[in-house]
């Protein structure tokens, strides 16, 4: 009885334990040992698939001892999540292409990147496609790139022109009294229920932090004609340009030119219930496919009436790096130089109309007929170069957690003044950035 | 002696086959249960985000907790819920189970019925109240369109956001009280409301003088229950809300779970969890004295 009992437990156990044995390496073990295999993550959008496997196949073809497989980021509430598990775990791929530069100094800090800067042609590669200027905001605190600058989306003002010239509204707005102007006209109370039913904008009003990165972010980008929120690893923002930026949302959410409330029936703007929406160029591939019949355009977000220049927004920057659990990192290197040609930045137009961070857009031969194609793609083209990107600070998340918060009360619900907020938001995140040095 | 002996050799001999049979809760219990407790323990003095090492840090995690208004709301947030939570789950269910107690047509249907969204998963249920309760497209604002009011911001005005939490919280575990109650008012004799009837109580006393005080047992019960499940309140305003507007669902276990998995606090998270649990020990050893102190 005890025999047969032990040996009963030790077999469960086994039984338990062996599927746990067998791991990635025994697969590894049969392959061809002359063949190098490298893992690719691009974002886990179809357009984003597609053309990684389109340049994917390329690759294999012209390498047959480099072979790379491609894997979709493994879908969650974030791609930044999925990566640091990763990292936690050694599971990372050899190549990702769906870095976002804020996240950045997480993945540095727990040593997870390789930095690109150690290829001796990195400078020659890096510098043929992005200005010097654009390059030097991809360069971490310690001197070093671990980031090849691939993709950008401007977060610009599509607007409904069926909608404002049923209004009245003949100049597109382009600062705050225009927009509010325009939104007098655009709100109203279609169905005589005493409420608006139709709105000059949206956004999502749940303190969700990457929401701010549609709104608040790129707003304050544009209102201070390109600073960001940090400088020096310091708060930057308490200043009239913050406090501007909120109280144009305020007076957007008082005066009901955007609803107090978060749509679940579908998007406002394809539903044409909101006549300006903020967002990239994925937007116009979403509107075409689901509101063919819309007539839009796009232009700058709105500024402050006093603005001067050229208008800047955020770049919502994604771009390729490759993790240090690579053994591969100079075959890594040449496939992410094969992922950044101009070529293959065609593709991406053309694919995920999604624009590549390059200096020569609007002037190389190579995209004249893609744009020529798609006009609304050379306002993108054009406003890339006045983008700025993210701080690459500790804890970005949290801190726009906290700025979500404070614009919540005051720009959503009013309960606070524009200086009062912006003051109370630049305090929590000198708390925060102090707390986790 | 050598009878002992050979008899405590027999007794361990047979405990030994008991350890093997216990052997597969020991490692489920090492595992899931005393690993996580020592560790969480370890990670209250340590700043760890999982993916770099830790770092010891002493008190500075309850320095933090003690200064941080955030949390203190979110505490505020989940007294709140259960003051309203608990009352309006007794009522509900005692209100039900009465309706259930009495000779009706299909008891045994309403029965299962009021009990189904018990056993329907936590998250299934909270996406229909979604719908339920949506702004633009909610069924609730569609019937009161109907009629003729106004559409309610269920989920988005800050007063309002709790309370609809709360009722969504009764639905779904109503059924559970209603089962209590229902075996409470099957444990009252009946002779009692003869009695009662021959004396000529009418219906509103024998409720208020006989079911109401017999029931008393259940009622702490219940409020124990309800106590407790309320501390936990998670998966409603994760779903529902993300902790708005302004702050005003964040509970506790929401404001925990984004510390740890959110920003990647996890020895922050550790220290918030240790001290909710204190409170959480504190409110029911209070109930514990209540339902000592009650005469049997």
């Known amino acids: 009885m005890n025999t047969l009992l032990r040996k009963s437990t030790i077999g469960f156990l086994l039984l338990i334990c062996l599927p746990a044995c067998s791991g990635p390496h025994s697969s590894s073990a049969l392959q061809d040992s002359a063949v190098i295999t490298l893992t690719y993550w691009p974002a886990p959008n179809p357009q984003e698939i597609q053309l990684a496997d389109t340049i994917v196949k390329m690759w294999n073809r012209m390498h047959p001892k480099i072979q790379v497989r491609m894997q979709p980021i493994p879908v969650s509430q974030s791609t930044e999540e999925v990566l640091l598990a990763a990292i936690a775990g050694k599971t990372t791929p050899d190549v990702c292409s769906n870095i976002w530069p804020g996240a950045l100094r997480e993945y540095t800090q727990a040593g997870g990147l390789v930095a690109l800067d150690q290829f001796s042609d990195f400078d020659s590669i890096a510098a043929a496609r992005v200005p010097r200027e654009l390059l030097s905001i991809f360069k971490t605190s310690n001197g070093h790139y671990y980031q090849m600058p691939w993709k950008t989306n ?110 679940q029936g579908g998007d406002p703007f394809l539903l044409e219930k909101k006549a300006t929406h903020f967002a990239g160029p994925w937007e116009i591939a979403t509107i075409s496919k689901f509101a063919p019949n819309i007539h839009f355009g796009v232009a700058p977000l709105p500024v402050p009436d006093d603005h001067q220049g050229p208008v800047y927004t955020s770049g919502d920057y994604k771009n390729i790096a490759i993790f240090s659990t690579t053994e591969h990192p100079k075959e890594s290197w040449e496939f992410v130089k094969f992922l950044v040609t101009a070529e293959h930045d065609l593709l991406m137009l053309e694919i995920t109309n999604q ?83 | 002696m050598i009878r002992k002996m050979n008899i405590l050799k027999a007794i361990r001999e047979s405990e030994r086959h008991g350890y093997w049979f216990v052997l597969p809760y020991i490692i489920f219990f090492l595992l899931f249960v005393a690993y996580p407790l020592v560790f969480s323990f370890i990670l209250i003095f340590h700043r760890w985000n999982i993916v770099t090492p830790m770092e010891w840090v002493g008190m500075k995690n309850f320095q933090r907790l003690f200064s941080d208004p955030q949390f203190f709301r979110a505490m505020f947030n989940t007294f709140i819920f259960l003051l309203i939570h608990i009352p309006l789950q007794i009522a509900v269910a005692l209100g039900f189970s009465l309706l259930l107690h009495s000779k009706g047509m299909f008891r045994g249907f309403f029965r299962a019925v009021y009990f189904l969204p018990v056993v329907v998963s936590g998250v299934v249920v909270t996406i ?169």
């Open chain 1, 154 to 263: 401007p977060v610009m003002m599509f607007y409904n022109i069926g909608m404002l010239n049923a209004a009245g509204v003949k100049k597109v707005p382009q600062t705050y009294s225009e927009y509010f102007s325009a939104a007098k006209k655009v709100t109203r109370d279609t169905d005589n229920d005493g409420q608006f039913d139709v709105w000059m904008g949206e956004r999502d009003i749940r303190p969700i932090w990457w929401e701010r990165l549609f709104d608040i972010y790129p707003f304050y980008i544009a209102a201070s004609s390109g600073e960001t929120l940090f400088r020096n690893d310091s708060v930057a923002f308490q200043n009239s340009d913050a406090e501007k930026v909120f109280g144009f949302f305020q007076q957007c959410y008082s005066q009901g030119y955007f609803p107090r409330t978060f749509f």
């Open chain 1, 355 to 437: 624009v590549p961070v390059r200096g020569d857009l609007p002037t190389n031969p190579l995209f004249a007929s893609y744009f020529a194609k798609n006009p609304l793609m050379v306002k993108f083209a054009e406003q890339a170069v006045h983008t700025r990107g993210m701080d690459t600070v500790a804890d970005l998340k949290e801190i726009f957690d906290a700025i979500s918060q404070e614009y919540e009360i005051c720009a959503v619900y009013g309960r606070k003044t524009p200086a009062d907020a912006v003051r109370d938001a630049a305090k929590r995140c000198r708390a925060i950035m102090e707390w986790n040095q």
């Open chain 2, 128 to 296: 229909l109240w979604q719908n339920l309760y949506s702004f633009d497209s909610g069924v609730l604002n569609s019937l009161l369109s109907i009629v003729g009011i106004r559409k309610i911001p269920w989920l988005i005005d800050p007063g309002l956001a709790m309370p609809s939490i709360a009722i969504m919280a009764t639905w779904k575990n109503v059924g559970i009280y209603i089962v209590l109650f229902l075996v409470g008012l099957q444990n009252i004799p009946k002779e009692i409301y003869e009695s009662a009837s021959l004396d000529g109580a009418d219906k509103y006393s024998q409720f208020f003088k006989i079911t109401l005080p017999m029931l008393n047992s259940t009622m702490v019960l219940i409020v124990a229950l309800s106590t407790i499940g309320g501390f936990s309140l998670f998966i409603e305003p994760y779903v529902l809300t993300g902790g708005g507007p302004m702050q005003s669902t964040m509970s506790g276990m929401l404001y925990i779970y984004n510390q740890a998995f959110y920003f990647g606090h996890m020895g922050y998270a550790a220290a918030l969890g240790f001290v909710f649990a204190l409170v959480i020990l504190t409110v029911v050893l209070l109930q514990r004295k209540v339902v000592e102190a009650e005469p049997s």
